[in-house]
């Protein structure tokens, strides 16, 4: 039986305070938020000494279910829907129901995503950045947050997320991504939790927060996945640099060889950064979403 209704928790702290809105698995194939959010809901349960929690993990049960990306029920992407539609179809219905019984009325939404099935990236917290008041208090939570790497996008959010639901409620919005492949590492794990307590005490929601391990690299650029650095041909993708790692300009990201080993193609650096996405399945078809960059952000 798939439930297409996510269950919304709410935790109410004695004292009244702001209301953050946290959301796991918006991806079905995307472990860690899931885990780390409901990991949340139980110490955040006697931990919170002041305002309001509305979680919701996952949040679409339909696609976690199946372990997918989209819903087996419409083929939708959650994440691609927002605000919704009650009357619409099923995952429609589903960011609908997270935009008012979640978003509305939060003074502040962290998505907990992941790099999911296909793809691999960097810990990090990722928030846009239009140049106002409300990405101003984005980007001052996400370096709050302190993931391995800030990064920050210039101009509105995308269509169809839940950061861009957030982005028209007038509400700050951060995410954070992790490794994926439907893997978890515990660095990333008690890293999830640990930002969302920084947070959380920052509100003074909590009594108590989580020291930082090490600095946040600060990386700008634009973060859609639906976009990226394309294979340039059909082929093998051999990758030359890691996830996170730190490159020049000019240098080969990935050649892309045929089946014997022969270079068809490179992918260069168009100049100096760190690689913040790698698809994960060698195989790929040119125009296939292959990488995606960033630059050292230096505000
Ligand atoms: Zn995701």
Known sequence: MMHQSPHVVTIAAPTAGP???????????????????????????SALVKGTIRAAAPAHPAAWETTTRESPLDGKNLARVFPGDAKGTPTESVAHELTERVLKGSDLLIDLHSAGTSFEMPFLCGFQDDGGSVAADSRN????????????????????????AAFD????????????????????????ADG?????????????????????????????????????ASGYMVSR??????????????????IDG???????????GYLMMRRRDARVQAGDTALIIAVKDTR
């Open 19 to 45: 209301t953050v809105a946290l959301l796991g698995g918006v991806h079905g194939d995307e472990y860690e938020g899931v885990i780390a959010t409901r990991w949340l809901i139980s110490h955040l349960r």
């Open 141 to 164: 939570f996400a370096d709050i947050f302190a993931a391995d790497f800030t990064w920050r996008h210039s101009g509105k959010p995308a269509p169809g997320r839940s950061l861009s």
């Open 169 to 192: 409620l007038g509400i700050p919005a951060i995410y954070t991504e992790g490794g994926g492949g439907r893997s978890v590492r515990h660095d990333e794990l008690t890293g999830y």
């Open 196 to 232: 969302v307590l920084r947070v959380l005490h920052q509100l003074s929601m909590v009594a108590s927060t989580p020291s930082r391990a090490k600095s946040s690299v600060r990386v700008l650029g634009d973060g859609n996945t639906d976009a990226g650095i394309t294979a340039p």
């Open 241 to 258: 640099v890691e996830c996170g790692e730190q490159y020049m300009a000019g240098q080969v990201l990935a050649d892309i060889v045929d």
């Open 262 to 272: 022969s270079i068809i193609d490179q992918m260069r650096a168009p100049q100096a």
